[in-house]
């Protein structure tokens, strides 16, 4: 089973940062600090150890041959006057093996010892550890002034020294360095808490501006404290707010003209389209009389005039909605019927199949609600084939009732690249086409008054092919328009 990632904020982040290269800090100081302690410590015996040795052995007459109780008690005085520790003095001289203690010799001195010790007319020294215990061996020819330097005799003495109690000064060392660690650590986590402080403030400071700033308040910005690199980094934020404000607010007002511009001119169309429209209807009426030519250009004329009413009326109702003008009469209404009704006054009847169970009442805008009707059904009769269906049913959504109205054609479906733009205002599937019988608001135009009533409407493809749209709306009275998107 995979185990889910532990994430860390960057709080946490900062502050391990920080005690890490604090411990890192300290174990290098603390190894670096223990053996430069450690060889000052050993180095400084061993150095008084072999100096002590050499004059001691020097001072000492030393008259060859010497049998073996000359040499124990050569070896005895020697070890007496031992520094800085006592010594066990041991003696080789030919076969003879001799020693101030009871032992004649010891394993603690090495082959490599005694070979260093008769190759070298000052002797030799060697640190050895021997069961965990640290030993100081120091190896030292005895030889005989005779003017020249001094000849060896072949007399060779060795003294073993414990080294316990410098190694314990080392232990002691290391265990304060030890016990020192963690409470060195508790106090470098307030500083670390105090950066991390310092660098998160203006990260949170800057969060919270940007949720600002998501939520529409442009206005938001910074305080900027001292001049580092965050203070800059709050310096620019704020200077990116001003620049989004101020093309946010020109983008307000020239959207703005824009709405005002299309429905100045859409009132300022309705009066010359009218009569324009009753021109046509009385030159429809004669066009049989008409001569061919001059017949033809009348019904285009009436026709064109047609679709120019409809743009105007559909560019006046989408300002509307755009500026928030838009009001909403509910009224109960069997839906059933409110659906025949509406395609009934189109003339569609014969060319819409209907299920539509009766005994359904919701609460809606009948005005509005024939619109949806009706541009949904108009789309698809012009884009998708015949017969175009029409169903209705409720459904239960959590703790509210919906009411769901479908309209599915015949047609080829929805092309996947067009489907996230059906609703679009004078979106065209096919950029060639630049004439269609539709203003290009119908489906825009359904899509709010769907909002204002509260509810979602959809675009898909049918599960047996053709254009689907599904429309829910709340079967009771909304207590604020939705703005949910399709």
């Known amino acids: 089973m995979r185990l889910p990632a532990v994430r860390f904020g960057l709080r946490t982040r900062l502050v391990g940062a920080f005690l890490l290269v604090a411990a890192i800090s300290a174990a290098t100081t603390a190894t670096l600090t ?11 015996a061993q150095d008084t150890a072999v100096d002590q040795f050499r004059d001691r ?4 007459a030393v008259t060859l ?4 109780e000359q040499l124990r008690r050569a070896c005895r005085s020697l070890a007496r006057e031992g520094k800085p520790h006592p010594w066990t003095v041991f003696a080789e ?50 030889l005989i002034d005779r003017g020249d330097g001094g000849q060896p005799t072949g007399l060779v003495l060795y003294a073993v020294m414990r080294l316990s109690t410098e190694e314990a000064n080392v232990e002691a060392m290391v265990t304060a360095a030890r016990d020192g ?3 060195a650590l508790l106090i470098a986590l307030v500083p670390a808490l105090l950066a991390a402080r310092s660098v998160l403030r203006p990260v949170r400071d800057l969060r919270r501006a940007a949720a600002g700033i998501g939520r529409g308040e442009l206005d938001t910005r910074i305080e900027v404290r001292g001049s580092d690199e965050l203070a800059g980094l709050a310096r620019t934020f704020n200077d990116s707010s001003t620049k989004l404000q101020e093309s ?13 511009f299309a429905s ?7 009066t010359p389209l009218a009569g324009m429209l009753a021109v046509t209807e009385v030159l429809d009426e004669d066009a049989a009389q008409l001569n061919p030519d001059t017949a033809t250009a009348v019904r285009l004329i009436s026709t064109e005039t047609d679709k120019l009413a409809t743009l105007v009326e559909d560019l006046m109702e989408i300002s509307r909605f755009d500026a928030k003008a838009a009001d909403l009469h509910l009224d109960e209404v069997d839906v059933a019927e409110a659906i025949r009704k509406t395609v009934e006054n189109r003339h569609w009847r014969d060319r819409i199949r209907l299920e539509l169970p009766g005994g359904i009442r919701a609460m809606l805008d009948p005005r509005r609600f024939d619109i949806i009707v009706a541009n949904l059904v108009g789309n698809a009769l012009r884009h998708g084939a015949e017969p175009v269906t029409v169903r209705l049913r409720t459904e239960r959504r959590g703790a509210t009732d919906r009411l769901v109205t479908e309209v599915l054609d015949s047609g080829p479906g929805i ?8 609703f679009d205002r004078f979106y065209k599937a096919d950029a060639a086409r630049t004439r269609s019988a539709g203003s290009g608001l119908g489906l825009a135009i359904t899509l709010e008054n769907v909002r204002l009533h509260g509810g979602t409407v959809h675009a898909a493809d049918g599960p047996g092919g053709g254009a689907l749209f599904t429309v829910e709306l709340p079967l009771e009275r909304p207590s604020e328009p939705s703005l949910e998107a399709p």
Do not use: N
């Open 57 to 60: 052995i020097g001072a000492q």
């Open 181 to 183: 660690a963690l409470p």
């Open 248 to 260: 946010v607010a020109e983008l307000r007002r020239a959207e703005a003209r824009a709405r005002r």
């Open 65 to 68: 041959p010497m049998d073996e």
């Open 264 to 270: 100045d001119v859409s009132h300022e169309l309705r």
């Open 93 to 142: 001289y030919g076969t003879l093996r001799v020693s101030s203690s009871d032992r004649p010799t010891s394993d603690i001195i090495t082959p490599a010892l005694r070979a260093a010790a008769r190759g070298s007319a000052h002797g030799s020294f060697q640190r050895v550890v021997k069961d965990g215990v640290p030993w100081l061996t120091v190896g030292m020819p005895a």
């Open 415 to 422: 092309d996947p690249a067009v489907l996230p733009h059906v």
């Open 34 to 44: 223990y053996r430069e302690a450690r060889s000052a410590i050993l180095k400084q």
